[in-house]
Structures are given as C-alpha cells and as structure tokens.
Antibody, heavy 131, light 107 residues
C-alpha cells in the first residue's frame, strides 16, 4: 500500500524557517515525480511545488518562489520542503503528493512531454506562521 | 496561468440524486483535468483524471466528461459518503491550478 507521511509542521514566527519532510513507502519512490500542495484554513487547494523523479525539473508557485526549496533523497525515500522567510499567508496544511505522469503524444516536443496528476496524498502536516 | 472556475460553489442534494459539477478553464487544456474529493478534515482523494478516467476501485457512479475548456463531474445515485467538497485541477501546464471547490451538502 502506498503511504506518504509528512513531518515537520509546527508554529513559527514570521520571517522564520521550517523544513517539512515526507516519508514514502509502498512504491518505488525513485520512479515517481512528487509534489507539495497546501490548503489554508477554510480555503481551497493550492499547488506549491513539483520535482521530477531524478530532480532534474523543478517548478514552484509564484507565491513561494525564491523562499521555498523542494528536494528529494531517493536513497531514503524522502521528499523535503525547505521553507524560508515564512509569512502569515503560508499558514496551511501541507500535503505531500505522489504524481503520476501521462505521456502526451500530441505535444511534439523533445524530450517528450508528460502531464502529472496527483494520485496519492499524504494526510498533511500543519504549518502555522504567527507572532 | 490557467484559471479554473468551478460552479456551483455549494450544491444541495439528497441521497439517491444525481448531481453535476462544472469546471471551466481559461484556455484549452486538452483534457488534462482531474477531479478530487475531500471529506472534512481529510486529505483530498483522486476521483477522475484525464477528463474521464477513474482510478481502479472507484465506484462507477462517478463520471467525468468535457473537452477544451469545459468539464463536468457527475455523481449518479448519491451515497451518504459522497457529501464532501470537490475540486477540479488542470495539469496541462505549470503552475498547476485548482478550482475553488464545490461543497456538496445534504438537502
């Protein structure tokens, strides 16, 4: 069974840092792209960041670019999110998510284009940024 | 960025009813849309991907359709567990974006 368990959430002051981790099990972690998605209290879902299986492609939402860093350790089956310069608007539940890629034969690109839906979600860890 | 607009924001229905939730993309996303269900206090769960494909084990009362910019999620024969919040999401291009959600309530 695929399992994703997030760690590292907590209370931090504005301007502070926090490092989230996600322990993956039940699948070949090194073969999958991964993502972080967050949800502010009472709000909808916001995609935060994405990393390919070999860490060769990384994307960030504009709201976190330059402050958050996604990385992974395939030897330890672990996904990480380093969050710096935290703001009150970063307060949210952060979900670790396994991505599943679908090849797009119509994109006509080289290298091939894949599109990734969010297949399996962890239970989330809560980050609260407040003074 | 591609904007995803869901409607309605809230939907009231009874057990056994059929309901449809709509999602409109701000540009052609070529069917690269997924739908997720979220129960209160729980993580989202994948329902549909690539417009109409259901993950294994999902009940067939869930179905998705659409093309280009207009997509729908239909739930037929509502069960008590179906009363939840539903989100659409485009995965055609980064940044991936979600609709604002539709809360399905018991009438």
């Amino acid at each position: 069974e695929v399992q994703l368990v997030e760690f590292g959430g907590g209370l931090v002051q504005p301007g502070g840092s926090l490092r989230l981790s996600c322990a993956a099990s039940g699948f070949t972690f090194s073969a999958y792209s991964m993502a972080w998605v967050r949800q502010a209290p009472g709000k909808g879902l916001e995609w935060v960041s994405y990393i390919t299986s070999a860490s060769d492609t990384i994307h960030y939402a504009a709201s976190v670019k330059g402050r958050f860093t996604i990385s992974r350790d395939n030897a330890k089956n672990s996904l990480l999110l380093q969050m710096d310069s935290l703001r009150e608007e970063d307060t949210a539940v952060y979900y670790c998510v396994q991505g599943r890629g679908i090849y797009d034969p119509y994109a006509g690109t080289s290298p091939p284009t894949y599109h990734y839906y969010l297949e399996v979600w962890g239970n989330g860890t809560t980050v609260t940024v407040s003074s | 960025d591609i904007q995803m607009t869901q409607s309605p924001s809230t939907l009231s229905a009874s057990v056994g009813d059929s309901v449809t939730i709509s999602c409109r993309a701000s540009q052609d996303i070529s069917g690269w849309v997924a739908w997720y269900q979220q129960q209160p206090g729980k993580a989202p769960k994948l329902l549909v991907y690539q417009t109409s494909t259901l993950p294994g084990g999902l009940p067939s009362r869930f179905s998705g359709s659409g093309s280009k910019t207009a997509f729908t999620l239909t739930i037929s024969g509502l069960q008590p567990d179906d009363f939840a919040t539903y989100f659409c999401q485009q995965f055609k291009s980064f940044p991936y974006t979600f609709g604002q959600g539709t809360k399905l309530e018991i009438k």
